[in-house]
């Protein structure tokens, strides 16, 4: 038999930080304007971004709000690269066998709700409260996150 290669311990630290953090890097995406055909390769990049500067994190800075902040800018690089503007409104995926129509009904109208609320704000604004209302960040964190003082 072969003998099994043991996977990089970076590699392992990945995976728990990808699982961990995969619905924050999302939403910081989204709130940062990126449309939803590019958010998958965005996230992806995101993490790959996030396995490159893991031996230069500073471990005095919370792991969620590090994350942010390289989504941010991966974020701020999509944008400035492309000239498209985000879509007024966002397809969702159809309802699956598992949810009842008026469940699903019920969620995409929250949904658009959701999103023309968010799409009413101006970019800041819309961020930071993506960053502070839906993912919980305390407001210490969204002020460095977004670079902006405390009040």
Known sequence: MGRRLQPDRR?????????EH????????R???????ALDDLAQEAFLTIFRRL????????????ITGITRN???SYRRSTARRIA???ELPAPTAELELDEAVRRRRAWVQLQGFLD???DDQREVFVLSDLLGM???EVAHVVDAPLN
Do not use: C, K, N
């Open 31 to 37: 709130s940062r304007g990126v449309r939803d055909d």
């Open 11 to 19: 590699l392992q630290e990945l995976e728990s930080i990808y699982r």
């Open 22 to 29: 995969h619905r924050r890097v999302r939403w910081v995406l």
């Open 55 to 66: 031996p230069e994190r500073d471990p005095a800075l919370p792991m969620g709000t590090w």
């Open 74 to 76: 991966v974020a701020f």
């Open 88 to 90: 007024a409104t966002r």
């Open 120 to 122: 009413g704000l101006d």
């Open 138 to 140: 305390r407001v210490p």
